[in-house]
Nanobody, 123 residues
Framework: QVQLVESGGGLVQAGDSLRLSCAASGRTFSSYGMGWFRQAPGKRREFVATISNDGVRTYYADSVKGRFTISRDNAKNTMYLQMNSLKPEDTAVYYC????????????????WGQGTQVTVSS
């Protein structure tokens, strides 16, 4: 099985930045799209960003566009989410998702998920 492990979450103040990492196992990491999702208490899982297998194409939710940047380093089997200008509404558990044959915002496209990392943004 493919293993995805997130790191980099924490408690920050509004306006601060965080960089999340997702380390993935597997020899075919570069063949699939990946993405970031988040879920706040009592809310449904929400799409954040996705990236193509080669890292060329990226797509963002309107709520984070212009503030977050998704990237990947296939040589290191690692995906990143740079989060700038964080807002209290960004508070959620952030999940790394992988294994998408066709990357996109539908979580059903992804076959592998990390355990999540908590991001808390205070005012």
């Amino acid at each position: 099985q493919v293993q995805l492990v997130e790191s980099g979450g924490g408690l920050v103040q509004a306006g601060d930045s965080l960089r999340l990492s997702c380390a993935a196992s597997g020899r075919t990491f570069s063949s699939y799209g990946m993405g970031w999702f988040r879920q706040a208490p009592g809310k449904r899982r929400e799409f954040v960003a996705t990236i193509s297998n080669d890292g060329v194409r990226t797509y963002y939710a309107d709520s984070v566009k212009g503030r977050f940047t998704i990237s990947r380093d296939n040589a290191k089997n690692t995906m990143y989410l740079q989060m700038n200008s964080l807002k209290p509404e960004d508070t959620a558990v952030y999940y790394c998702a992988g294994g998408a044959l066709i990357p996109g915002g539908d979580p059903k496209r992804y076959g592998y998920w990390g355990q999540g990392t908590q991001v808390t943004v205070s005012s």
